[in-house]
């Protein structure tokens, strides 16, 4: 409880004595490209495999002669829309994204250059946290659609690689009662879930007291936490939302 | 001037500052010293506003900074600078960038207007073609000269150094004492060094402060502490023997 509500606070500093919005921009871009355009390559790779595992899973479940093939199609959209591109990607991005912003942050705290902030009469939290903060949450649904797209790409190539359906059957089957709603709720997933990666790794990084072996901690808990929040947080959209 | 009235901090029931009390006059290099462990570095922080005392004040030419508002706070804040321990450079920028840091988060200056002052500060500092270095390539002594001329960047009226010469050659850190000292004099500002360093008290000292146990035992300057009777100070003083064979070599020996 002590720990959220440090939490709680720190999130309340980052909107008060802020620097001038130029300021912000600049780290915001600056963040963006740290968060979003470094985190395009395992996000293609991951979300194409998963993709094409799913596929192929599902055409080794599928032996009823009474379900069509086209099913595996609007499974792997189904799965790949409602789950796997916003949850499982943004578990990738707690483990590349939140370590990289705990371990910085913890960085910066035991060699001091926060508290040098501060002494100019810099707001540290605003100033390094909400930059991160604003970050994720632009690129993480950029990010998840990118995932979405290659998944089911992934999973079009492995059906129709090993023959397991048609080009046609597959297209069907991904456009067969589609609901555009499902893709607000990915893009909804995606934005909660940016937001508690960014701020809980923030967190574990900006209290980092010790040294060298505290940082590797507060990034170990950066990630378990995050990915913690995540599950939690999806089970409950998931409650809200459907 | 910077005042300090009865400055008092607890951590977990432990009293580390025991109502400190003293006067850091403009123009002068002011030395806190003592040995590890009595409060040197809890009271800068106090001092800087990096914590928070639990009693007593802190006076920046009459200001209050200590129960001030907030932008009475910031606009003190504007006129200190800091040279931490590591230097605390930010590792993402060049030299160029850090000292320009302040400037670009507390002025409206141009770019061209900034590029002047940084190069300025540097020269200063006596660093020259470093600009573009990161500082994972710079030395130690250059990482603290990059410090103080980021400290200085701004019309700064309040230098604080932070054991300025540890993990220097004595060589280094006598020109880094040396350098704060000019520096001092020359901007006519208050600097306030902590150090455990007597190589820096004897050569810098115009006035100190000894700390024992987060109390002042002893306020004087380089040309009376070696004279000190107070037991702790020639403790603190006399560990080093060179110190002592200066002391059996002064004419004030009996």
Redesign the interface.
């Known amino acids: 409880m002590k720990s959220f509500g440090k939490y709680v606070i720190l999130l309340s500093t980052l909107f008060v ?1 802020r ?1 001038r919005f130029r ?1 912000y921009l600049r780290l915001i871009f600056e963040e963006s490209v740290l968060i979003g355009i470094d985190s395009v390559f395992i996000v293609v790779i991951v979300s194409t495999f998963i993709g094409a595992v799913t596929a192929v899973q599902t055409a080794y479940n599928l032996v009823s002669p009474l379900v069509p093939l086209y099913v595996i199609g609007t499974i792997v959209r189904d799965m790949t829309v409602l789950e796997l591109a916003p949850t499982i990607t943004c578990v990738v991005l707690a483990g590349k994204v939140g370590s990289s912003i705990a371990g910085g942050l913890g ?2 705290r035991i ?3 926060i ?2 902030l ?5 707001n540290s939290s605003s100033f390094l946290i909400l930059p991160k903060i604003i970050a994720a949450l632009i690129t993480f649904p950029m990010l998840v659609i990118i995932s979405g797209f290659l998944s089911i790409y992934g999973g079009f190539l492995a059906s129709v690689l090993t023959g397991a359906l048609t080009e046609k059957e597959y297209i069907y089957g991904i456009r067969y009662q589609f609901k555009d709603s499902n893709i607000n709720f990915a893009i909804v997933k995606s934005e909660v879930f940016a937001f508690l990666i960014a701020s809980i790794s923030a967190y574990q990084g900006y209290f980092t007291e010790g040294g060298a072996l505290e940082v590797g901690k507060s990034s170990t808990n950066a990630v378990t936490n995050s990915c913690i929040a995540v599950l939690l947080a999806d089970y409950l959209l998931a409650q809200l939302l459907l | 001037m910077i005042e300090l009235r009865g400055i008092k901090k607890s951590f977990n029931g432990k009293e580390v500052l025991k109502g400190i009390h003293g006067h850091f006059e403009k123009g002068k290099t002011n030395l806190i010293i003592g040995a590890s462990g009595t409060g040197k570095s809890v009271l800068l922080k106090c001092m800087v506003g990096l914590v928070q005392p639990d009693e007593g004040i802190v006076l920046y030419d009459n200001r209050d900074f200590t129960d001030g508002t907030a932008d009475e706070k910031q606009q003190i804040r504007k006129e200190i600078g800091m040279l931490f321990q590591g230097g605390a450079l930010f590792d993402s920028k060049s030299v160029e960038e850090n000292v320009m840091f302040p400037l670009d988060m507390h002025t409206n200056m141009s770019k061209h207007e900034k590029l002047d002052r940084v190069n300025f500060c540097l020269q200063r500092v006596g660093l020259e073609n470093v600009n573009k270095l990161m500082p994972s390539e710079i030395s130690g002594g250059m990482k603290k000269r990059v410090g103080i001329a980021r400290a200085i960047a701004l019309q700064t009226q309040y230098l604080y150094c932070d054991e300025p010469n540890s993990g220097l050659d004595p060589l280094t850190s006598i020109k880094i004492d040396n350098l704060v000292h000019e520096i001092t004099h020359e901007y006519n500002i208050t600097t306030i060094v902590v150090t455990h360093d007597m190589n820096s008290v004897l050569e810098i000292g115009e006035y100190i402060m000894f700390l024992y146990k987060g109390e002042t035992l002893w306020e004087g300057d380089s040309t009376t502490i070696l004279d000190t009777q107070v037991k702790e100070l020639q403790e603190f003083i006399f560990a080093n023997k060179l110190i002592r064979d200066m002391k059996s070599h002064s004419p004030n020996n009996k």
């Open positions: 004595n620097e300021i960085t910066m060699t001091e250059q508290d040098a501060e002494v100019m009469g810099i």
